[in-house]
């Protein structure tokens, strides 16, 4: 069984977007607020963490998966389609089916055996269950910090006509939407704490475990560079911060993100986290550890923290 983790940790993950669109609108345009400030959801980014966790083999619940369904009714017999919740868990947890007589105390044991639940919490609603579980992990929204982003559509000519237009014997066209660069600043905190309530209502539940931690983290620093999609070519993981608070510690600190400046020099770019060094070297022994990962080869970090680990986001060397 894994090691029970009990420390806060509180951080930022970065993400660079060169000739992409790491997270779109309906429209297929870069996502933005309405006075057009460019961000990425939370959910592109847990997207991009499940999706490579997922494919290295881990359990995942919460992510969308496919089926072809020989039974049912006319109009979606033999289709592709998204599986329910409901089938996605019997598949992850099978032998066990979802019916309206399965105990709660048995979905929730199953739903923290998942290293999406155990770090983004679940909302659960199928069978007569009605579970919300409030993630240890909280992400924000990912603000893009660079001032020079633009929107780039490119036109694409399709080998194929469509012949429900009245131009049928011409090829149809698409649209290539992307930001020409950005740069994503997500703000993250792990709360262990968010699960003590389910400790005494879970059997061999005993909390958020280092294990998963190393999960997120492991993501954190790998998933969007590989996601290997037509629009995400060209996202990678470019920085991330991450500061341990010891255990018992009672220091809270605000979401991180809007102390970060970006700026471009000598052909790289620089990510200015030294607004954040003077706030958190106030409180240095009340921190167990502290790591910055970044691409060296396109990105400088400036900072002022004491003590920090400072490695390659890539090979995880030390800088």
Known sequence: MSKVMNKRVYGLIGISSIMANWNADFTGRPKSTSDGNVFGSDKALKYSIKKYLKDKGEKILYIKTYKIDEKGKADEKDKLQPKELTERYNEIFAPAVLTKKTSSKEVLKNLFSVVDVMNFGATFAVEDQNISITGAVQIGQGFNIYENTTTEVQDILSPFRNSKKDDADASSLGKKIMSNEAHYIYPFSINPNNYFEYINIVEGFD????????????????????????SKSGCENEFALFIEIKEGSEIYFPNLDRYVEFQKAEGKNIIDITKIGELINKFRDDIEDISIYYNPYTTLVKHEFKDAAIMNIFTKEKI
């Open 207 to 230: 909390g958020y475990t280092a294990q998963a931690y190393e999960f997120f983290k492991e993501g954190a620093l790998v998933g969007a560079t590989a996601l290997n999609t037509n």
